[in-house]
């Protein structure tokens, strides 16, 4: 009987849809051993599921020691796939696995920051020792398809598109009652969620919202961490709407807050994979309004399940949310036709089987 493609997975941030993806393998007969770093009732459940736990800790970029220690299981360990889900576990898993027999899957969530002119870059996705790089998103395999000079581009054959997959049943959250964070009853409310870096354009969202009219009373709540940054608290205190403009900073209760808004806007302007705060309103039938950025337009189809507006463009994305304030009909049709996007296109059954694919053709070749 030929035995089971043993697979060592590295990763710092264990989210809901790499558990599910991990267990999946495990229950599709794939020999699944995990190093991450701390714990939870995340590691109980993966051991429950066949997912053998490794406490090998990788401290930084470069962990000469963590490097001995990975290089020391990865030799006895008879393992035929090394999947690395983060930076730190693709420089760490290339060092260890120098010379040795074993197929490397890298993971590349995001659109950009790859450069051949990078020396960091050909210690990670650039080294000609992975196998395949698994791209979150059509946008991100095109980037490296796109890189100069051309003749250095990596092959077509090792980029390999796989969405990171969803379950509805993940997204059950009761809406938040908004009155808990100054939001009066009945209030139109748009809502962004995103840790603030000047790529996300949360302030090219401040200036569309304060060309919206003044007698809608409309709230915006920004949610993630940095929102205190000085560069946008500047620009909230500028903005004509600034008293309803509320930056809650990091919560919990994020999804329960998405739930409960009208409209949810991710006003990226470069870099953007594909958003875990936008899947979740998606899946709440919160209607989205994107900016034709990364993987969004991949997520978000113009007019089907939400619209697309020009990046850095705070006049269309003011148009945009004019149109879904004046008509809840066309609100609900796009937020409907969201979440249906995120069951049908969106599957974590699709991620296990497409990766699981992917195992078993390494293994062959």
Request: hydrophobic share 45%.
């Amino acid at each position: 009987m030929t035995r089971a493609i043993r697979a060592l997975c590295i990763t710092e941030d264990l989210d809901r849809p790499t558990n599910a993806l991990l267990t999946g393998l495990a229950r599709a007969g794939v020999d699944v051993t995990l190093i991450c770093p701390g714990e939870g009732e995340w590691r109980a459940r993966l051991e429950d599921n066949g997912v053998r736990m490794l406490d090998l800790p990788l401290r930084k970029r470069f962990d000469r020691e963590g490097v001995r220690l990975l290089r020391a299981e990865l030799m006895n360990g008879r393992y035929d796939i090394l999947h690395l889900l983060s930076n730190k576990a693709v420089q760490n898993g290339l060092a260890a696995s120098r010379g040795l027999p074993i197929k490397i899957v890298a993971y590349r969530g995001i659109v950009g920051n790859v450069s051949f002119w990078n020396p960091v870059s050909w210690l990670r996705f650039l080294n000609p020792r992975i196998d395949r790089i698994i791209c979150v998103a059509d946008a991100v395999r095109d980037y490296f398809l796109a890189m100069r000079p051309k003749l250095l581009r990596l092959p077509p054959e090792r980029l390999v598109r796989i969405y990171k997959g969803h379950s509805l049943d993940w997204y059950r959250a009761t809406p938040a009652d908004l009155t808990s964070v100054g939001v009066p009853p009945g209030a139109f409310v748009i809502v962004c969620v995103a840790n603030y870096r000047p790529r996300k354009g949360i302030e090219v969202l401040v200036d569309a919202f304060g060309r919206l009219p003044e007698e809608w009373g409309a709230h915006l709540l920004l949610i993630g961490s940095g929102l205190d940054a000085p560069r946008l608290a500047q620009r909230i205190a500028a903005s004509p709407a600034a008293a309803r403009i509320q930056a809650l900073g990091f919560r919990l209760d994020a999804p329960a807050l998405t739930a409960a808004c009208d409209v949810f806007v991710l006003p990226s302007t470069k870099r953007e994979g594909l958003a875990r705060s936008l899947i979740e309103a998606m899946a709440y039938t919160v209607a989205p309004v994107v900016t034709d950025c990364g993987g969004s337009p991949e997520l978000v189809i113009d007019e089907v399940c939400g619209l697309v507006v020009p990046v850095s463009d705070a006049g269309a994305l003011a148009d945009a949310l004019r149109r879904l304030h004046d008509d809840p009909k066309l609100r609900a049709r796009l937020g409907a036709a969201a979440r249906e996007r995120i069951r049908s296109k969106f599957r974590i059954e699709d991620t296990i089987e497409e990766t699981h694919a992917l195992y078993r053709s390494l293994v062959v070749e």
